[in-house]
């Protein structure tokens, strides 16, 4: 079982709260995760649009570009999707170009995500023919994407129309194979999901794994009919894993036995000041490769 190990831009900066790490540099962080070993990084608000920009930088630190959160509104396009082709259309060309293994598909329509006034509890929810009609028309959207040569990983975020396990769920029943599943745990288990039901459910369609950790204590003390995402975010309900509260052991060889290889993503939105990113990219590292190495995985690129 092969694994490859990558880690997402926003422990350094937080494009939805500039505050965080507004003034750190791309090449800091680049830098900084290669230092930790990572083999590859997720694209942020700071990297380049183009692969002409991006490759020479990547190139430059000895980093693969792993994939990137793309800002869908598929669930409220018109039938035709033609603005959203075209939107998607420079990410997907310079993903194509620098051999991302998918797209991100985060569902923003609607989204209270980056919307520090906007409660938890008031996040946007469907009933079962919306997510029929939804899911319809994303399976096209995912099927053009392919086309395009990148495949597309649907991530269930907090805050957003597809949170819950009942939400992935019903959007796995009603979508096609094209439609490719973010396993994101640090997410699952803040929507009060079962990391092991998603996997046994909807193992075969896990296509990009984001290994987040969440810190217990912060989740449950959340007030979500007052307290927002974003105020979770700077409480610390999120860290990278071997800091917080999710024992990626058993993740990991469940993960193996479904059959799943390829990229795990090391993902933790915190306040740099208080989690010094170069610090947890390493503590992360460590953490998930232990515990891949304990499920069986080999690491590929391993540096440290």
Known sequence: MQAKLGIAPIAWSNDDLPELGGNTTLETCLSEAR?????????GGKFP????????KLKAHELNLVSGWYSGTVL????DLAAEKEQVAGQ??????????CLVYGETA???????????????????????????????????????????????????????????????QHTGEAVGLLYDTGHLRFAGADLF?????????????????????????????????????????????GDGSIDFGPVARRL??????????????????????AEFAKI????????????????EGETS
């Open 35 to 43: 230092a930790a070993g990572f083999a590859g990084v997720e694209t």
């Open 49 to 56: 649009k183009t692969a002409a920009e991006l490759g020479p």
């Open 76 to 79: 409220d396009a018109p039938d």
């Open 92 to 101: 997907l060309a310079m993903f194509r170009e620098l051999g991302a293994s």
């Open 110 to 172: 609607g989204t209270l995500q980056n919307r520090r006034a906007a409660p938890l509890a008031l996040r946007r929810r469907l009933w079962e023919d919306e997510i029929k009609t939804y899911g319809r028309r994303l399976t096209r959207f995912a099927e053009h994407c392919a086309a395009q040569g990148v495949p597309l990983a649907f991530h269930h975020h907090m805050a957003t129309a597809i949170e819950s396990e009942r939400d992935i769920d019903l959007l796995m």
């Open 197 to 241: 039901n998603v996997l046994k459910n909807h193992g075969k369609r896990i296509n990009h794994v984001h290994a987040k950790d969440i810190r217990a204590a912060v989740v449950d003390g959340l007030d979500r009919e007052r307290q927002s995402f974003l105020d979770a975010v700077l409480a610390g309900a999120f860290t990278v894993p």
């Open 256 to 277: 193996a036995d479904i059959g799943y290889e390829g990229w795990f993503v090391v993902e933790a939105e915190q306040d740099p000041a208080k989690a010094p990113p």
């Open 284 to 299: 992360g590292y460590r953490a998930l490769s232990r515990a891949l190495k304990d499920a069986g995985y080999s690491i």
